[in-house]
C-alpha cells in the first residue's frame, strides 16, 4: 500500500480493505462507494468477476462494514452496485444506517441494450445517514427546476394569498445525467467513470466546505477531483497503479483550471509545460 497527496488530499494505492482498516473510524463526512459490479468489466486487465455470487456479496459485505465504521456520528453514505445485487445491499444496510432515499441514476443510450429484454437504462444508489436526525442535506445547492410550475405558473389557491408555487425543487429521487463517453471533455480511459455532474449533486447536498469525503473504489477519481473543487478534503482509494496516476494529474489541476473543462484545459497545460 502506498500513500500520496497531502494532508487536504490523500490517494492511496492499495486493496480498499486493507486501506479503509487504517482509516480511522468515525472520521469522514461522506463516503461515495462505487465498487466492481460482478459483471465482468476489464479494469485495466483485471476481470470484474467472482467465482460465485455469494462470494462477491461476502466481499462487499466486508467493506460495507469497514465504511460504516468510518463514517462520522453526523455522516453520509452512497452507495452504488449492480441492479440484481442491490437488494442485498439494501437488506444489509438497512440494520445499520438510516436509508433516506433509493435512487435511481437514468441515462440515455445510442445503442442497442437488449433484443430479448428489457435493456437497462439505469444504475441504483442508495443514500444512507448514520443518524436520520442529525446530518448534512445542502437544499439550496442542488435545487432544480420544477418544470410544471415555472412554465405554467400554478397558483396555490390555499394559502390566505394565492401565490404562484415556488419553481424551484429538491431533485426527486430519479437523476438524469448522462454517461461519460469517449471524446467527452471529462473522459478518462476507464469502463465505468461517472460523471462530474453526478458526484456534484451529491457532494454539495451532502457535506461542507471542509469536510472530509472518500471514495474506497476511486477509478478515475472524479469523487476526489470535484471534492477538491468544492472546497473539500478527500481520501481516494485504488488498487490499479494506472488510475491512481489519474487522480495525480486530475487533483494537480483541479486547482490550476477551477471551473474550465477538463479535457481541454490538460491540453493547454500539456502545451505549457513541454
Known amino acids: 500500500m502506498e500513500i500520496f497527496g497531502n494532508?487536504?488530499?490523500?490517494?492511496?494505492?492499495?486493496?480498499?480493505?486493507?486501506?479503509?482498516?487504517?482509516?480511522?473510524?468515525?472520521?469522514?463526512?461522506?463516503?461515495?462507494?462505487?465498487?466492481?459490479?460482478?459483471i465482468g468489466?476489464?479494469?485495466?486487465?483485471?476481470k470484474d468477476k467472482w467465482a460465485t455470487e455469494d462470494d462477491y456479496l461476502n466481499w462487499c459485505y466486508s467493506w460495507l462494514d469497514q465504511c460504516v465504521k468510518k463514517l462520522k456520528p453526523t455522516g453520509s453514505f452512497y452507495?452504488?452496485?449492480?441492479?440484481?445485487?442491490?437488494?442485498?445491499?439494501?437488506?444489509?444496510?438497512?440494520?445499520?444506517?438510516?436509508?433516506?432515499?433509493?435512487?435511481?441514476?437514468?441515462?440515455?443510450?445510442?445503442?442497442?441494450?437488449?433484443?430479448?429484454y428489457y435493456?437497462?437504462?439505469?444504475?441504483?444508489?442508495?443514500?444512507?445517514v448514520k443518524d436520520k436526525n442529525n446530518y448534512t442535506f445542502n437544499t439550496n445547492d442542488i435545487l432544480v427546476e420544477a418544470k410544471t410550475c415555472s412554465k405554467r405558473?400554478?397558483?396555490?389557491y390555499r394559502k390566505s394569498i394565492p401565490t404562484v408555487y415556488s419553481s424551484d425543487k429538491v431533485p426527486g429521487n430519479v437523476w438524469e445525467f448522462a454517461r461519460v463517453r469517449y471524446r467527452m471533455d471529462e473522459y478518462e480511459n476507464h469502463p465505468t467513470q461517472k460523471p462530474i455532474a453526478l458526484l456534484e449533486r451529491i457532494i454539495k447536498a451532502s457535506s461542507n466546505e471542509g469536510d472530509?469525503?472518500?471514495?474506497?473504489?476511486?477509478g478515475t477519481f472524479t469523487t476526489c477531483f470535484v471534492a477538491k473543487e468544492l472546497g473539500r478534503n478527500s481520501i481516494g482509494i485504488d488498487l490499479q497503479d494506472e488510475y491512481v496516476k489519474i487522480d495525480l494529474r486530475r487533483l494537480q489541476?483541479?486547482?490550476?483550471?477551477?471551473?474550465?473543462?477538463?479535457r481541454k484545459e490538460i491540453r493547454t497545460f500539456e502545451t505549457e509545460i513541454k
Open 212 to 218: 472530509l469525503v472518500m471514495d474506497p473504489f476511486s
Open 253 to 262: 489541476l483541479a486547482n490550476e483550471f477551477r471551473g474550465k473543462k477538463l
Open 119 to 128: 435493456g437497462s437504462m439505469y444504475e441504483p444508489i442508495l443514500f444512507c
Open 153 to 156: 405558473k400554478l397558483i396555490d
Open 7 to 38: 494532508k487536504k488530499h490523500q490517494i492511496i494505492l492499495g486493496d480498499a480493505l486493507e486501506a479503509l482498516r487504517n482509516i480511522p473510524d468515525g472520521s469522514v463526512d461522506l463516503i461515495f462507494a462505487d465498487p466492481p459490479y460482478n
Open 41 to 46: 468489466k476489464n479494469f485495466n486487465g483485471h
Open 79 to 116: 452507495v452504488m452496485t449492480a441492479t440484481q445485487f442491490m437488494p442485498f445491499f439494501d437488506i444489509y444496510l438497512r440494520k445499520k444506517l438510516n436509508i433516506l432515499s433509493r435512487l435511481v441514476w437514468y441515462y440515455d443510450s445510442s445503442g442497442v441494450q437488449a433484443k430479448k
